[in-house]
């Protein structure tokens, strides 16, 4: 029955009960209200792959209840807060500077229910253990349902958590250990950290950052401003700054510093408050104007002769040779791995917007399959039009090669060490298109805030920027290949993954391999250019090793379906995505290609979404 009233324009001349269906506000539902584990063929098919049938017994019930708290409370309490975003309480009645950030109560019930169901817990992780269940599936399939329903709130609960808990462990005084562990009591995903490195003078560009440290017995004093960071109501932040008269005094008495650059920089815990209990020098000037991801606070914080930790061993003594009497630079603080040991914990953090991409992307599909079934034109709904078969066909197949290359880099071992920039390069991508396409599918409907689409796509929009936009990640690639020879690894997965594929297709698993041999060429030929010419040419080949590395790793579910239940459904995903990213169309552009994405549409949809609810104004 309708909640809202009937008008006069209800009963014009023109309209009737068919022409009304098409306007029926109860017809529309979307993903909120639905289960999302249970819901998700997908992502059950994963759980059983990783799980294997014991585990799956023990975690199904977890699971399910997990699924529906992420498309029930979790999804409303999402929409409440991206209408009423956190505030800034910059001064007290008289004037102190309190710098407190006012979260709204629907993130304040999202927080407290998530952090107490999460999968992450430390809790959750022995009791799974004592049941003989590997937990890390169940934590990554956590991040998969909370990223539908709110990257900013899984930004706010997870940015940073496990580099300030694992740096401060390595290297902090043992007092400060303690706090840090009794902040991070309930895991990772407590949303207590932040990680604080943008600076006006430059994002990515780390070596050009301002902000200063100074030796103040075993801890350090931070001055400087950061000019992004977001969770700007945690407790423990990870800072990098530069030191200055780490390396004692010349004889002049000037203190002497690290050099202006990226060797100079050094990651610094800093806590809200200080070890005697006061308020540390940490002012946030004000809160972000964001396009979205509202739920997290998103700040510039200044730091005011605030009480900091070198999260990196002991100053060092002055380096040979760098500079003489009267001459700053001579040293640094810590063994000059400091930025180093922290980037590799950000693979980690790639990995999490990768994942958030994926989310995007996944919710999007959701929102376009449940309106394109629920609307209707041309004399039938939309999901029964062929060319919006193709573009649901797409969105399926582009999604759950996203999943596969995002589950992979937390599950897959060995962990690649380029995997997590090829990853959220992809993923991250997706998030955005997926939702275009999902506003598309709304038409104008999509571009209205009340329809959950446009907050998808304002959402999914910072994800491609978070933690390196794309530029970065393929410098990274282009880093670890020459640094490192981390293709070769790579190239060791590509290879395993193809060959688990399943009998009966020879010719999409032909072509993958052929394109891992093509692409090892690929990459020797890049090695062998000029330097600005391979620059250059790092997008491409990036773009194409994600290609390769997707298609293999559809491949091997493929071979795992076949082994597990005979199905081939997977087979059907990997060929149509080999076929769009892997193939040469010829100059007919693949116009004349078997429609398999038309005649196995249900196969693919039903495989993707699994709607059991009826249209009750039918």
């Known amino acids: 029955m309708a909640s809202y009233l009937i008008e006069p324009v209800d ?16 017809r529309y539902r979307g993903a909120a209200g639905l289960n ?16 294997g049938p014991e585990g799956v017994a023990w975690a199904e019930p977890r ?8 498309g029930g409370p979790v999804a409303a309490w999402a929409e409440e807060t991206d209408r009423n975003p956190p505030r ?23 927080r407290g229910a998530l952090v107490a169901t999460s999968f992450t817990r430390p809790e959750f992780f022995a009791e799974a253990r004592a049941a003989g269940v590997d937990p890390a599936p169940m934590a990554v399939a956590w991040s998969y349902l909370l990223d539908q329903a709110d990257i900013g709130m899984a930004c706010a609960l997870g940015t940073g958590g496990d580099m300030v808990v694992g740096l401060t462990e390595l290297f902090a005084p ?34 050009a950052l301002e902000t200063t440290a100074t030796p103040d017995g075993d801890a350090w004093r931070l001055n400087g401003f950061k000019w992004f960071a977001s969770n700007a109501n945690g407790s423990a932040f990870v800072v990098l700054a530069k030191p200055w008269g780490a390396a004692g005094r010349d004889q002049g008495g000037e203190a002497l510093r690290a050099a202006d650059g990226v060797r100079g920089i050094a990651p610094f815990l800093v806590l809200k408050e200080r070890r005697d209990g006061a308020r540390n020098g940490v002012r946030i000037r004000r809160l972000k104007d964001k396009l979205g991801t509202r739920s997290v606070a998103s700040g510039e914080i200044e730091f005011a002769d605030a009480e900091a930790f070198l999260l990196a061993p002991g100053a060092s003594a002055p380096v040979a040779g760098q500079a003489g009497a009267g001459q700053a630079g001579a040293g640094q603080a810590g063994d000059g791995r400091g930025l180093a040991r922290m980037m590799e914990l950000t693979n980690g953090a790639r990995l999490g917007i990768a994942m958030m991409g994926l989310g995007c992307a996944r919710r999007s599909l959701v929102e376009a399959i449940c309106y394109a079934r629920a609307r209707e034109a041309f004399g039938a709904p939309l999901y029964e039009q062929p060319l919006m078969r193709r573009k649901l066909a ?13 589950f992979d880099g937390y599950l897959g071992r060995p962990r690649l060490r380029i995997g997590a920039a090829l990853i959220k390069l992809r993923a991250a991508r997706l998030g955005v298109t997926a939702a275009s396409d999902a506003i ?18 304002r959402d999914a929009q910072v994800n491609p920027i978070w933690e390196g936009g794309d530029n970065v990640l393929c410098l990274d690639v282009r880093r670890a290949m020459v640094r490192e020879r981390a293709h070769e690894p790579f190239f060791d997965r590509l290879t395993q993954a193809a060959e688990s594929a399943p009998a009966g297709d020879d010719t999409t698993a032909g ?39 997707a298609a293999a790793l559809l491949l091997e579910q493929a071979g795992w379906e076949r082994s597990d239940s005979g199905g081939d459904r997977k087979a059907l995903v990997a060929r149509l995505y080999a076929r769009r990213h892997l193939a040469d169309g010829g100059p007919l552009r693949d116009i004349d290609a078997p429609a398999e994405d038309l005649e196995r549409f249900d196969d693919l949809v039903g495989g993707a979404l699994t709607d059991d609810r009826k249209d009750i104004s039918a």
């Open 63 to 70: 699971l399910e209840a997990l699924g529906a708290l992420m």
């Open 440 to 457: 598309e599918v709304h038409g104008g409907n999509g571009y209205i805030e009340q329809w959950p689409v446009a907050r998808i796509l």
């Open 88 to 110: 800034l309480e910059k001064y007290d009645r008289w004037g102190h500077d309190v710098s407190e950030v006012v979260m709204p109560p629907s993130f304040e019930a999202a």
């Open 511 to 549: 072509l993958v391999r052929d394109r891992i041999g093509d692409l090892r060429e690929a990459v020797k030929r890049w090695h062998s250019l000029d330097a600005t010419t391979a620059e250059a040419r790092l997008f491409p080949l990036a773009q194409y090793m994600a290609d390769v590395y």
């Open 394 to 406: 797409e969105l399926v197949v582009e999604t759950e090669a996203a999943q596969a290359l995002v």
């Open 174 to 207: 043992e007092d400060v250990k303690v706090r840090v562990r009794e902040l991070f009591a309930a895991g990772m995903f407590s949303g207590e950290a932040a990680q604080m490195l943008t600076e006006r003078s430059g994002g990515s560009d780390l070596g």
């Open 11 to 26: 009963r014009l001349p023109f309209g009737g009960p068919e022409k009304a269906r098409r306007y029926a506000t109860e």
């Open 36 to 51: 999302w584990y249970a819901c998700d063929p997908s992502l059950r098919f994963l759980m059983r792959r990783y799980l």
